[in-house]
Structure formats: structure tokens, C-alpha cells
């Protein structure tokens, strides 16, 4: 089941930064946080993942706070094609390593 | 195109007839995964294979469904006697498996149970 609490829901201005938050609390030492995007009639999208440490790649940063309990997906250039479904996954041991999709957030990039 | 593929992308059938789906995953990975979506929700985690091992079964895939991995490449996800409830997306998943697992997902097959 999914461990993860995100808002329904987000809008940012084409342009700007997109920081999506994810609530976390119950997250064991072991479990990563993954994060996935589904843009409408397609598969979802692997992102990003983490441990611990702040990570980034071509596609995004990955901002975990020093308690793990919560942590920000954030697209540092929002493009009209980055609308999508955006997925943050908790998974280890304790999700017996499946990954568990919530509802996610849905963010509406406006031109 | 070296990714995941399923097929069909669009299947109707009558409440009560058998599908079947198919996936062909990434060649060199040895883990495959169906997954089911209705619509506004997340994807449901169905069931996984190790290789042509089926390892986990999901409580949500009741008798009607049969999944097969036969030589550890393509699988196959079956549904007997479809109700419409059935009606989702049907998505299946690739990877290396792994701490550091990544999840490919090809496009997914939609099935409508009238």
C-alpha cells in the first residue's frame, strides 16, 4: 500500500520552477523514494530516486529532508510537456521492494 | 524501439469472453511486472516474475487471471470470463531488479468489458 501523501493537484508557469512535495512519515531506513510521471495514455516514467542525499539528473532534483519524512521533486525549468501525473513512491523491505502508486499530483504546466 | 511493448493498445471484448495480453519487455531484463490502472487512480501492483518465476501474487488477481512467463521473455497476462469490472489499463513493467531497481513501463493495453 502506499506510504506517500501528495496534493491532488498543482500549477506552475511554463518557465518557472515546479516543486512537487511528498509526505513521507512513516519511512524506514531502508526504503528509497522513488519518484515516476505519467503523461496521459502512456506508461508511467521512472524520474529520480533517493536514499538519503539530494540527487539530480537531466530530468530532475530530488530534495530529501535530514528526517527523511518528506522530500520535493523539483523540475527547474517547467515545459508544457512536463504536464503529467507525478507519482512519489516509498520502497524497501517494508513494501516487501514493490512499488506502491498512490493517486499522485496532478501538475498542469500553464503557458 | 528497444523498449517495452504491449499488445494489443485497444481490446473490447463482451462481458464473459477470454483475453489475452501481451508484453514483450527489454531483452537483457530479467524481471517483468503486470500492473492494473483505472481510471484517475495509480497503477495496482498485479504480479511479478524472476526470469519464467512467477514470485508474487497480488490479492487483487483473483482466479480469472492467469499470468505466464514461459521462457523467462515475453509473458502473457490472461483474464477469463471477463466482467466489467475488468475494464482498466493494463501495464507491464521491466527491470534489472536490484536495491536500485527502475521500473520500464511500455504503454499498456486497454481493455473495455462491455
Known amino acids: 500500500d502506499a506510504k506517500t501523501t501528495q496534493p491532488p493537484s498543482m500549477d506552475c508557469a511554463e518557465g518557472r520552477a515546479a516543486n512537487l512535495p511528498c509526505n513521507h512519515s512513516t519511512i524506514s531506513g531502508n526504503e528509497y523514494v522513488y519518484w515516476y510521471r505519467q503523461i496521459h495514455s502512456q506508461g508511467p516514467q521512472y524520474i529520480i530516486h533517493?536514499?538519503?542525499n539530494n540527487e539530480t539528473n537531466e530530468m530532475a532534483s530530488l530534495i530529501i529532508t535530514e528526517d527523511r519524512k518528506s522530500s520535493t521533486l523539483i523540475l527547474p525549468h517547467a515545459t508544457l510537456r512536463d504536464t503529467a501525473v507525478y507519482y512519489c513512491i516509498v520502497r524497501g523491505l517494508n513494501t516487501g521492494n514493490q512499488f506502491y502508486f498512490g493517486t499522485g499530483t496532478s501538475l498542469t504546466v500553464i503557458p | 524501439d528497444t523498449g517495452v511493448s504491449q499488445d494489443p493498445r485497444h481490446k473490447i471484448t463482451k462481458r464473459g469472453q477470454n483475453v489475452t495480453f501481451r508484453c514483450d519487455p527489454i531483452?537483457?531484463?530479467?524481471?517483468l511486472y503486470w500492473y492494473r490502472q483505472t481510471l484517475g487512480q495509480g497503477p495496482e501492483f498485479l504480479t511479478y516474475?524472476?526470469?519464467?518465476?512467477?514470485?508474487?501474487k497480488s490479492r487483487l488477481l483473483s482466479d480469472r487471471f492467469s499470468a505466464e512467463r514461459p521462457k523467462g521473455s515475453f509473458s502473457t497476462l490472461e483474464i477469463q470470463r471477463t466482467e466489467q469490472g475488468d475494464s482498466a489499463m493494463y501495464l507491464c513493467?521491466?527491470?534489472f531488479g536490484g536495491g536500485n531497481e527502475k521500473l520500464f513501463f511500455g504503454s499498456g493495453t486497454q481493455l473495455s468489458v462491455l
Open positions: 513493467a521491466s527491470s
Open positions: 533517493g536514499l538519503k
Open positions: 531483452s537483457e531484463h530479467n524481471r
Open positions: 516474475f524472476q526470469n519464467e518465476a512467477q514470485l508474487e
